[in-house]
């Protein structure tokens, strides 16, 4: 090790401060923008090439425009909610109990969302059965919502 050590040590790095000053202005100048061509938006461009990232996306807009559309309810906190909370209490647990459930993460991994609602559905009516008020009873509606809106979507 100490041979590493010092190897390193006894090592000099001869630059000039000319050199430093001369690679300084050649990296100030390529790093110079045009105003006009700098264009601010939140929008990101996804290539047709994944279609399991584009699926993704418009499942994941299909989601937020349904809880949306559902509106707010109030959980047993009596604090205003949508039904994204339940949605993904509902997916965990499918997902314990052995059941695969599409992500709205964009790995392109399980994203079948629209065969997938109706199991969705299915497993909160049995949860409702044995767990009476677990999930609100608008749940069905906000499934029954997303489907169609998956659908008109063009979701998979």
Same mark, same amino acid.
Not at 85 to 92: G, M, R
Not at 107 to 116: C, V
Not at 126 to 143: A, H, I, R, W, Y
């Given at each position: 090790m100490n041979k590493i050590y010092s190897n390193i040590?006894?090592?000099?790095l001869n630059i000039s401060k000319n050199q430093t000053l001369e690679k300084t202005k050649i990296n100030k100048g390529s790093d110079k923008t045009n105003d006009k061509n700098i264009k601010c938006n939140d929008t990101i461009n996804i290539s047709q090439k994944n279609e399991n990232v584009i699926n993704t996306k418009k499942a994941w807009d299909a989601f937020k425009d349904t809880c949306s559309d559902i509106g707010y309810i109030k959980n047993d906190l009596a604090i205003d909610t949508d039904m994204s909370p339940y949605y993904c209490i509902a997916l965990d647990l499918m997902e314990k109990q052995g059941i695969p459930?599409?992500?709205f993460c964009l790995d392109g991994e399980s994203n079948n969302f629209l065969p997938f609602i109706d !199991?969705?559905?299915d497993f909160a009516k049995e949860l409702n059965k044995t767990n009476p008020g677990f999930l609100p009873s608008q749940f069905l509606d906000f499934c029954d919502a997303f489907?169609? !809106?998956l659908a008109q979507y063009g979701c998979k």
């Amino acid at each position: 090790m100490n041979k590493i050590y010092s190897n390193i040590n006894s090592q000099t790095l001869n630059i000039s401060k000319n050199q430093t000053l001369e690679k300084t202005k050649i990296n100030k100048g390529s790093d110079k923008t045009n105003d006009k061509n700098i264009k601010c938006n939140d929008t990101i461009n996804i290539s047709q090439k994944n279609e399991n990232v584009i699926n993704t996306k418009k499942a994941w807009d299909a989601f937020k425009d349904t809880c949306s559309d559902i509106g707010y309810i109030k959980n047993d906190l009596a604090i205003d909610t949508d039904m994204s909370p339940y949605y993904c209490i509902a997916l965990d647990l499918m997902e314990k109990q052995g059941i695969p459930a599409p992500s709205f993460c964009l790995d392109g991994e399980s994203n079948n969302f629209l065969p997938f609602i109706d !199991k969705l559905k299915d497993f909160a009516k049995e949860l409702n059965k044995t767990n009476p008020g677990f999930l609100p009873s608008q749940f069905l509606d906000f499934c029954d919502a997303f489907k169609e !809106k998956l659908a008109q979507y063009g979701c998979k």
